[in-house]
Nanobody, 115 residues
Framework: QVQLAESGGGLVQPGGSLRLSCAASGIIFSIHTMSWYRQASGKQRELVAA???????NYADAVKGRFTISRDNAKNTVYLQMNSLKPENTSFYYC?????????WGQGTQVTVSS
């Protein structure tokens, strides 16, 4: 079965950094577009960053210049490096893998930015 497993979330002070990881199994990872979404309590799930199979990236305006998405196809893993974190980045972060019309989701990992 398809499985996306997020890790790396936690509590960090404003201005700090975290790196989220998402390890995929059950898919041909290298041909999937991989993305990170966030969904805060009571809010709509929204795209944070995406990286295609060819390495093209797309970021939400709010995180441009602070977050970097990358992938390591040899490890079937996508990363989200989050720098200069702000309290408004607090959310549950979900990993997504997409190929054509198919979307796969991880369980999510909590990121809390607070002093």
């Amino acid at each position: 079965q398809v499985q996306l497993a997020e890790s790396g979330g936690g509590l960090v002070q404003p201005g700090g950094s975290l790196r989220l990881s998402c390890a995929a199994s059950g898919i041909i990872f290298s041909i999937h577009t991989m993305s990170w979404y966030r969904q805060a309590s009571g809010k709509q799930r929204e795209l944070v960053a995406a990286i295609t199979s060819t390495g093209s990236t797309n970021y939400a305006d709010a995180v441009k210049g602070r977050f970097t998405i990358s992938r390591d196809n040899a490890k079937n893993t996508v990363y989200l490096q989050m720098n200069s974190l702000k309290p408004e980045n607090t959310s549950f972060y979900y990993c997504n893998g997409r190929l054509v019309q198919l979307d796969y989701w991880g369980q999510g990992t909590q990121v809390t930015v607070s002093s």
